[in-house]
Nanobody, 123 residues
Framework: VQLVESGGGLVQAGGSLRLSCVPSEFTFDDYAVAWFRQAPGWEREGIAAITVGDTIYADSMKGRFTISVDNAKRTAYLEVTNLKPEDTAVYYC???????????????????WGQGTQVTVSS
């Protein structure tokens, strides 16, 4: 199973991006999907997830990040607005058939990962 992210790039502070994630073999109907990011020297941190029918955001990510899934297009999205230099990181999508809500932001709960897409925000 492969996930392919796209949509990253270099953007000025205050700008917006929409990241996409496409799986190679399945749809998101029966899977938990999440977005994480990792900046150099930092641990991978959870941004948001859709699991067990719920949409969950990390407290620090509420307001500027929006996760969504279009099952007809077999694509998961992460929209980010009002980008800040501290948002610079590699962004990953991840999936697994089932992830309990209480551990949605634990990377080890997910077996399937994309290669990541770099987001760089200039000040």
């Amino acid at each position: 199973v492969q996930l392919v992210e796209s949509g990253g790039g270099l953007v000025q502070a205050g700008g917006s991006l929409r990241l996409s994630c496409v799986p190679s073999e399945f749809t998101f109907d029966d899977y938990a999907v999440a977005w994480f990011r990792q900046a150099p020297g930092w641990e991978r941190e959870g941004i948001a997830a859709i699991t067990v029918g719920d949409t969950i955001y990390a407290d620090s990510m509420k307001g500027r990040f929006t996760i969504s899934v279009d099952n007809a297009k077999r694509t998961a999205y992460l929209e980010v607005t009002n980008l800040k230099p501290e948002d610079t990181a590699v962004y990953y999508c991840a999936e697994y058939p089932f992830v309990p809500k209480k551990v949605w932001d634990h990377p080890y709960e997910y077996d399937y990962w994309g290669q990541g897409t770099q987001v760089t925000v200039s000040s």
